[in-house]
């Protein structure tokens, strides 16, 4: 079998490298999306990346990344799956992913769209500037807030102001749960907490809005490709009108200014959330990152 191990911190510029020299990848794929999420695990295989992962209770396998023999990695997770005796999944397939996987092994998979999955990208001037009719609401959104704070203020996430971030979060969490008891939040919950402790080794940035000292929002995320910055995290004070539209626009100057070089920020996906969906094309997208997994026929005919 495949050696999937846990990513450490110490093996990010050797994922990274490999990341960053292959056309722009889902969320999934970001070096601290693996680090902080769940069962994700990792093999440095034929100058490739393989991946090893549990999906809703299921074992998947991400498609493989990298400039080297793929194809060779394909096969060994093919051999990994019969192994473990468990069906070969492959999830977080790209049109361009599935031309190959079908060229390379004809017939043998079918294909699913995952539009639950679909990450949304926005262009950073959309979201800094909110120009045109389209953003129209979402800019009168922004100056009733500054007109209603006018003492509010941005800082960057530091380890100096990390302690007031993490008591706004925890609040967000605890009343989160208890509006909805039964709502899914520990594992982010979890995956938040981690991000904190590794916050500088894992090359996070982030972003406060304030007022008076109090943490009105929080946001952040990293590098995931060379012109994309992914935004991992965003809560904000729900009673307070206006915040998440405001950090978020903020958080896009921000990144403009420090990096010119990003011109896209992908905010991940919607889960299948039909708020969180509204919300997000909200922000009319410049595009979708479009995923799909494909399934061995082999195992669909022996179920």
């Keep these: 079998m495949i050696d ?3 990513l450490q911190l110490n093996q990010k510029e050797q994922y990274q490298q490999i990341l960053f020299s292959v056309p722009n990848r889902g969320c999934e794929y970001s070096f601290a999306n693996l680090y902080l999420w769940g069962h994700q695990q990792v093999a440095f295989l034929h100058g490739c990346v393989a ?5 809703f209770g299921r ?8 400039n080297g023999d793929r194809r060779a990695v394909l096969e060994e997770i093919l051999q990994d799956s019969r192994q473990r005796g468990i069906p070969c999944r492959i999830t977080g397939i ?18 699913r769209t995952d539009r639950d999955s679909f990450d949304y990208v926005y262009a950073i001037d959309d979201l800094a500037d909110l120009k045109g009719r389209k953003f129209q609401k979402k800019r009168n959104h922004v100056n009733r807030f500054r007109a209603e704070h006018p003492e509010y203020k941005t800082e960057p996430l530091t380890p100096c102001n990390m302690a007031v971030a993490q008591h706004m979060v925890n609040d967000w969490y605890l009343k989160r749960m208890q509006e909805d008891p039964h709502g899914n ?3 982010e919950n979890i995956a938040m907490t981690r991000a904190f402790q ?12 304030t007022e008076c ?4 929002a929080i946001t952040f995320g990293s590098r995931l490709s060379n012109d994309t910055f992914d935004i991992h995290f965003e809560k904000a004070r729900e009673e307070i009108d206006g915040a998440y539209s405001v950090i978020n626009c903020e958080f896009a100057r921000y990144l403009r200014l420090k990096y010119p070089d990003v011109a896209f920020l992908n905010r991940e996906d919607d889960l299948g959330l039909e708020g969180l969906r509204k919300a997000k094309l909200s922000y009319n997208p410049a595009g979708m990152v479009e995923k799909s997994w494909a399934y061995l026929r082999e195992d669909l005919e022996h179920d």
């Design 59 to 66: 074992s998947v396998y991400p498609y493989p990344i990298g």
């Design 4 to 6: 999937f191990q846990r």
């Design 94 to 111: 790209l049109p361009a992913d599935w031309e190959e996987l079908d060229r390379w092994f004809p017939g043998q998979f079918l294909l």
């Design 185 to 187: 939040y520990l594992l």
């Design 51 to 55: 991946f090893f992962s549990h999906f």
């Design 213 to 216: 000292g109090q943490v009105l």
């Design 198 to 209: 590794s916050y500088p080794a894992l090359g996070l940035e982030g972003l406060l809005l």
